[in-house]
């Protein structure tokens, strides 16, 4: 398979580094404990990679992209959106969807990043 360039994605509006913060509170880790709660289920990955890929699709265009019915995907995107992970627009019948937020599409990257970094270090 041919390496394609790197795009750039839009950065996170400034914060502080990491190494510059105060250690996280309970509450922020409970906070990004839900929030990778949401994140971690295999559905919502593929459905905010094939947003990644396209921009902005429609429900029955995402269902058929990770091969689900309408009413299961539909259900998955309510999460992502209730989360503010997701924008939601309607255009008569349809209601199409793309990431509201760059930084879940930076978060996917380096998960898929740090899985094929493991596979290299471990020989596979």
């Not at 509170?25 to 971690?40: C, D």
């Not at 209601?95 to 996917?108: F, G």
Request: hydrophobic residues 45%; charged residues 25%; proline residues 3%.
């Amino acid at each position: 398979m041919a390496l394609k360039k790197r795009t750039e994605l839009p950065a996170c509006s400034l914060k502080p580094a990491l190494e510059d913060r105060e250690l996280i509170t309970s509450a922020e880790a409970g906070e990004l404990m839900a929030l990778f709660k949401v994140l971690a289920n295999d559905t919502r990955l593929r459905l905010l990679h094939a947003l990644a890929r396209s921009g902005e699709l429609c429900v029955t265009e995402l269902a058929a992209a990770v091969r689900m019915k309408p009413q299961a995907v539909s259900n998955q995107l309510q999460r992502l959106a209730d989360r503010g992970i997701l924008r939601a627009r309607r255009d008569g019948n349809n209601i199409h969807y793309r990431v509201a937020d760059p930084c879940v599409l930076s978060l996917l990257e380096l998960g898929l990043c740090l899985i094929e970094e493991a596979e290299q270090r471990a020989g596979g």
